[in-house]
């Protein structure tokens, strides 16, 4: 009983020492990919800006590559009229079978809301969509949306409050994202065909450019290079739960903040529901 407590304990240390944390210099942290000819960039090394018009969006990815961790960004949103453009965060892991965890936030006009859209991939399989209206506007300051991503769970945050939990449902035969390490993405993109509105509204390029702003990245987070993790074995030992405030909350968003549950979309699985929803 002692020793197998004392293993867990300095197992735990060891996860504690090993996980890389950083908060960031966007410059040595991330690559603009898309629009690096000023659309998408870095200034003083704290703020990246992603810009949107008519001829070019833009996107950044991290260097690292992260399996397991906490990983917090904290964001603004295109201001105004925004309708038609998406900012997305995510991660997302390479190759045909590859996994990912996604924040998308669909643009509106001033002063309609933004829907937050959250959808998690494993093995190549998404439709998993869950959307939120925020509790504040988006676009006036900056706000930190989190992933916390473990063996057991995935949970998505906004300042703090669990918005979404996504359960390790492998033993009922749901395929869980562990296997691929994933790179953090972020884009802004238009995409008017269907992001405000179901498509209806358009977005206006007179009100062009758009721009995301991002700052105080911070990976609490398990990196792996060369196939090796910084958490080493320690990996499957990691777990935070959510405490019985933080499941209130949880509750509480879900009830009165969620506009869209795959989870109760009767009409697009007549079939009956993917077997995660049902548990409990
Ligand atoms: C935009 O505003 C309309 C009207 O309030 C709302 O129905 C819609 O959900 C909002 N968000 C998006 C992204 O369309």
Not at 116 to 124: D, E, R
């Amino acid at each position: 009983m002692a020793s197998s407590f004392t293993f867990v304990l300095s197992a735990s240390l060891l996860v504690i020492i090993f996980l890389e944390i950083t908060s960031a210099d966007f410059n040595n942290e991330f690559d603009i990919t898309w629009g690096s000819d000023g659309h998408g960039k870095v200034i003083n090394g704290d703020l990246l800006t992603l810009t949107l018009d008519k001829p070019s969006g833009s996107a950044c990815e991290s260097r690292n590559e992260y399996l397991f961790g906490k990983i917090d960004m904290q964001l603004k949103l295109v201001p105004g009229n925004s309708a038609g453009t998406v900012t997305s965060y995510y991660l997302q892991s390479e190759g045909p079978n590859w996994d990912e965890i996604d924040f998308e936030f669909l643009g509106n006009l001033s002063g309609d809301p933004y829907i937050l859209h959250t959808n998690v991939f494993s093995q190549g399989k998404g439709d998993r969509e869950q959307q939120f209206y925020l509790w504040f506007d988006p676009t006036v300051d900056f706000h930190t949306y989190s992933i916390l991503w473990n063996p057991q769970h995935i949970i998505f945050s906004v300042d703090g409050t669990p918005i979404r939990e996504f359960k390790n449902a492998e033993s009922i035969g749901v395929p869980y994202p562990k296997d691929h390490p994933m790179k953090i993405h972020s884009s802004l993109w238009n995409a008017d065909d269907w992001a405000t509105r179901g498509g209806l509204v358009k977005t206006d390029w007179s009100q062009a450019p758009f721009t995301a702003s991002y700052r105080n990245f911070k990976a609490d987070a398990c990196v792996v290079a060369s196939g090796k993790s910084s958490c080493g074995d320690s990996v499957a030992l990691m777990s935070e739960e959510l405490d019985t405030t933080k499941q209130e909350r949880l509750r509480w968003v879900q009830k009165k903040n969620m506009i869209y549950n795959y989870c109760s979309d009767s009409k697009r699985f007549p079939q009956g529901f993917p077997p995660e929803c049902n548990m409990a």
